[in-house]
């Protein structure tokens, strides 16, 4: 059973929360986030906090009723605060920079490599560093991950795209006689 499940979640002010059928709206300073919920788990919305029911005690039901919270409790603080990645860069030649809706990468390949930004996203890009922001908890991370996997870091040299502060394991390499 889920324990945070069981606790009210707060609607901070400035923060409104709405049911249109099975989605829930959430409005804040920083835009408007929507999910569909299915009707598994009961959400009640009150002026200030928000409570979650699960009426089922199988195993789906009781995972969804975590989950659910979860979902509730990113999309408030994501109109709230929002959320924020840092990736670094490393190697010889390796640069990205935003044009336009776009990145555009020179990472070892004979050709540039274009992506397009997410809506909902904003990049910012510096000399060895990336941040990307959004108020979608789940597009952040997901559009981060991809960037990296497009060149993971080696562990010989330590080349490629990281995220700020992850610690590479380097190998030896090769040893003389």
Not at 152 to 171: L, T
Request: proline share 5%; glycine share 12%; with cysteine.
């Amino acid at each position: 059973m889920s324990r945070l499940a069981k606790q009210p979640l707060n609607i901070p002010s400035g923060v409104t929360v709405t049911r249109d059928g099975g989605c829930i709206i959430v409005k804040g300073p920083k835009g408007t986030l929507e999910r569909k919920f299915k009707d598994i788990i009961g959400i009640d919305i009150n002026e200030n906090s928000i409570t979650l029911t699960c009426s089922n005690n199988d195993v789906g039901s009781l995972s969804l009723w975590g989950t659910y919270a979860s979902h509730l409790r990113n999309m408030i603080n994501g109109v709230v605060e929002g959320y924020e990645k840092v990736l670094e860069i490393e190697g010889v030649g390796y640069r990205w920079e935003v044009k336009g809706k776009n990145i555009q990468m020179q990472i070892g390949f004979s050709h540039p490599v274009i992506v397009p930004i997410p809506e909902g996203l904003d990049v910012t890009t510096d000399v060895g560093t990336m941040t990307i922001r959004g108020t979608n908890k789940e597009l952040v991370g997901e559009f981060t991950a991809k960037i990296r996997a497009m060149k993971k870091p080696e562990p010989y040299k330590g080349k490629g795209i990281h995220y700020k502060g992850e610690v590479i394991r380097r190998k030896q390499g090769k040893r003389t006689v």
